[in-house]
């Protein structure tokens, strides 16, 4: 069984910082790729930044310079350094992981997603 622990949301200033904090276990094999989504009230959950097991990142063009992806030494945990926040970056923030839980779907390249159960982050004065 796979379990994604999320911690380090809250409720910062405009122009603050916050880092998020997300933690893979159980039976993995692999990891695929990492990431964080958000999804804020009426909207569609929309990815934030994703980084591979090779350590190559992706960002949304509206963090682009602000928000920073990294893995751990463990591998299996991600942090996500948001910097210079905004007040249209409130949202539920929420892990996700593409693992490879066995060595057949490892060998196919067939990961499956999990996810976190989220964090808020409120940008507000």
């Known amino acids: 069984q796979v379990q994604l622990v999320e911690s380090g949301g809250g409720l910062v200033q405009p122009g603050g910082s916050l880092r998020l904090s997300c933690a893979a276990s159980?039976?993995?094999?692999?990891?695929?790729?990492m990431g964080w989504y958000r999804q804020a009230p009426g909207l569609q959950r929309e990815l934030v930044a994703a980084i591979t097991s090779g350590d190559t990142t992706n960002y949304a063009d509206s963090v682009k310079g602000r928000f920073t992806i990294s893995r751990g030494n463990a591998k299996n945990t991600v942090y996500l350094q948001m910097n210079s926040v905004k007040p249209e970056d409130t949202a539920v923030y929420y892990c996700?992981?593409?693992?490879?839980?066995?060595?057949?779907?490892?060998?196919?390249?067939?990961?499956?997603?999990?996810w976190g159960q989220g964090t808020q982050v409120t940008v507000s004065s």
């Open positions: 996700n992981a593409k693992l490879y839980l066995t060595a057949v779907t490892w060998a196919r390249r067939q990961a499956n997603a999990y």
């Open positions: 159980g039976s993995i094999l692999g990891i695929n790729t």
